[in-house]
């Protein structure tokens, strides 16, 4: 296996409603990358893209094929990847597994939607899907109720009063937003307190408003070079050290993981062994806070805090920058937005962008060479877990 | 790259509305296929779904990995393939292409589909999102209509009066339904004649319903495995000696290829090219038949015969059994049926029984050593063509 580099990385700006197609939109962030890696749409041989939604946003199928077609990627296999909101982070490690075996020198792999643009109401109830339709969605189950199930397990299992809890992941949403300030791509801009988490509108007891991620429209994108290109193509390349992913069935396969996931466990342990790091290694961190609980739960799974112990080192300060680990600098889910299929690349680019030393003075990770990226699908059924590391 | 083989092959019954689940019907070509290469769910290393309606027949997106963890592959990497009719065949060339690298040993890849549990008005018009939504489906064009056109442009290129190209569009059905009558996994089981074709309901001027194929609900399974663990459990591997993929855009950017698509003479040649063989030295091919028009056209566009010349082909036996090169023994689409996501994976399954000389024994190839699939999803938008080669 070669060793694999992203060299080019694109974002458009994450947002509500708005008037592009996914082609466009996908277009904007495509160009971006190219151009950072110096290259054109006729050099890429395939094209990945994360896309979950676009049959009920845009009634189109198939999306990459006319992606391709459009950025003028003519004729390359394109490839749709929906694993619900870790639909780019799968594009994006399956292109480092193609690259890394030899198959393809370049790829361009990330993912784009317009969950925003289906309206809150419509989008929760369609997102649904990504859930089991057998036995969670028939029970009424939209994803805020999981995550909100999954608090008060959390909060049982752990010993810890659903207040105090509550602040706590209030801590979670104050730092995203505080760093999604700095953010000029993020979707949701706005500086909060604890109270104001606190006194916002509950979505499902104990998860309050400005505890959830917004549906978002936007794209993000990579492009994805073997070693040897990326030596003479970037003078930072940014190397995808390891890469896992696991899937679990609807939650009540988790069994006694509850509230942890299983299948992100599995996910990172296969990233971290393959790029041969340990949690304490990693400097920045973008995980998926779809909502704040779900920091909690994942910053544990990863490694970085003991069992029931995350909402503490948020309120320490341990998970921001200068902390044992700077986890979300972006903004996260919560503030950068969550265009569900894009997601998983926008964590990317992020990472790549804070390993280069390139973004907004108040929110770069000093000196970080070592990132990771979690994406979860749906209640834990798809997660993917990717380690990189600055490579000049 | 490792030489790869099919060891394990499954399929259901291809037939209408059904009441089994997505789940259920995949279960069932996989535990078909596993027992075939002696295997057992928890050998198998990750899962590869073509499924491209399952939002819509069922609610459920990211379905393989409801799959996976339904069938017992617990946490394997699960991941869903949309190229609409290519879903599948995009699935089996990923995992040939990861066995192939060495990230994996053992893959279970295949798709499953409820297109007939749509309702046949609903399944075309949900189905049309599969062509460009930009330009094509805005303008009412629906499948048929796309098939339609492309065999008036081709009976205006090749200078055929559209009674005599009707003509051989018939006989594609009477010999697919002939070979469709022998295969008791077939949907539509019945004998028709010439003249039954052509006295046919009209769906779209020159196409009659005995030219299209129907919606089907099924599932087709493979198990993919390096040569190493071929040699051991399977006393007939089939070899994946080829693949190719290719893309395009809408129909417009066939530019001046139409009636031709671009992609898969693109796609069949890197499979070709791969293989090591010429259109001459194919026995057996399952081709993407979902109109009879569609059969000239892929047999043109594969090599087998000159362009405007396919249907005198069909006339003179020469692409059926016994003739230049035996197409779809199966039944192909029109009667084996076409539950949209699983159809690469259902021509795989044929191919590979075809090597095996398994089949029944009035429409088994003899001696069949080297087979070819191909599948086209939606107007073009995503082909894929793999060579196969008998192995013992």
Aim: glycine share 10%.
């Amino acid at each position: 296996m070669r060793k694999v580099a992203v060299i080019g990385a694109g974002q458009t700006r994450f947002s509500g409603a708005q008037e592009k197609s996914l082609s466009e939109l996908f277009a904007e962030a495509a160009f971006d990358a190219l151009a950072d890696a110096n290259l054109q749409p006729r050099d890429v041989q395939a094209l990945f893209v994360g896309n979950a939604l676009g049959d009920f946003s845009e009634g189109q199928g198939m999306t990459p094929a006319f992606i391709a077609d459009y950025i003028g990627a003519w004729n390359v296999p394109a490839n749709r990847y929906d694993g619900a909101c870790a639909s780019a982070s799968m594009a994006v490690r399956d292109a480092f597994l193609l690259v890394a075996s030899g198959v393809y020198d370049i790829v361009i792999a990330g993912g784009v939607e317009r969950a925003a643009s289906l309206g809150t109401p419509l989008a929760t109830r369609t997102f649904a899907m990504f859930s089991d339709s057998r036995y969670e969605f028939p029970a009424g189950m939209t994803f805020p109720g999981v995550f909100a199930l999954l608090a008060h397990r959390y909060a049982a299992r752990y010993g810890l009063p659903i207040e105090k809890l509550k602040e706590q992941m209030a801590q979670v949403s104050v730092q995203s937003y505080k760093h999604g300030m700095f953010n000029p791509k993020a979707h949701l801009r706005k500086s909060v307190t604890i109270p104001d988490v606190l006194k916002s509108f509950t979505v499902a007891t104990p998860i309050q408003l400005h505890d959830c991620c917004p549906f978002s429209d936007g794209a993000a994108a990579l492009i994805i070079a073997s070693e040897d290109k990326a030596r003479v193509l970037s003078p930072k390349p940014v190397f995808i050290a390891g890469a896992g992913q696991a899937s679990s069935g609807p939650l009540a396969s988790q069994g006694e993981y509850l509230p942890r996931l299983k299948a992100r466990e599995m996910a990172s342990k296969q990233a971290y062994a393959m790029a041969g790091v340990t949690p304490g290694d990693i400097d920045v961190c973008e995980l998926h806070d779809c909502f704040s609980i779900a920091s909690l739960i994942a910053a544990e799974g990863l490694g970085f805090f003991d069992y029931g112990k995350a909402g503490e080192a948020w309120m320490k300060g341990e998970a921001d920058i200068g902390g044992k680990v700077a986890i979300n600098p972006s903004g996260g889910l919560k503030s950068k937005g969550h265009p569900i299929g894009a997601t998983g690349a926008a964590q990317v680019y992020e990472i790549v962008r804070q390993l280069r030393g390139e973004v907004e003075s108040e929110r770069q990770v000093p000196d970080a060479k070592i990132g990771l990226t979690d994406t979860l699908g749906g209640d834990g059924g798809t997660m993917v877990s990717m380690v990189f590391k600055r490579g000049w």
